[in-house]
């Protein structure tokens, strides 16, 4: 079983910064795609970045130049340093682990807020 912890989010003006955590339990971690997804009110939830367990990183396109996805494996943590923030990234931010045996884990998410 593997449990997935977010922190991180919170409040923050436009232009601003925030670096979210997401801490895994388990045995799996080094060998996952790790990632971020979004969801804002009344939208699907979408894809914002992965990280392959070689350390290829995938962005979408909204987030490209502004986010960074990275991994501590001996940490068992993935990072999104998220810079330049705007209003539309207002969003509940969701962990998750695609491990090899392509069973997916989430974690319970954590709430982003982009306002002035």
């Known amino acids: 079983q593997v449990q997935l912890v977010e922190s991180g989010g919170g409040l923050v003006q436009p232009g601003g910064s925030l670096r979210l955590s997401c801490a895994a339990s388990g045995s799996v971690f080094s060998s996952s795609t790790m990632g971020w997804y979004r969801q804002a009110p009344g939208r699907q939830r979408e894809l914002v970045a992965n990280i392959l367990s070689g350390g290829s990183t995938n962005y979408a396109d909204f987030v490209k130049g502004r986010f960074t996805i990275s991994r501590d494996n001996a940490k068992n943590t993935v990072y999104l340093q998220m810079n330049s923030l705007k209003p539309e990234d207002t969003a509940v931010y969701y962990c998750?682990?695609?491990?090899?045996?392509?069973?997916?884990?989430w974690g319970q998410g954590t709430q982003v807020t982009v306002s002035s």
């Open positions: 998750y682990a695609d491990t090899l045996t392509r069973r997916v884990y």
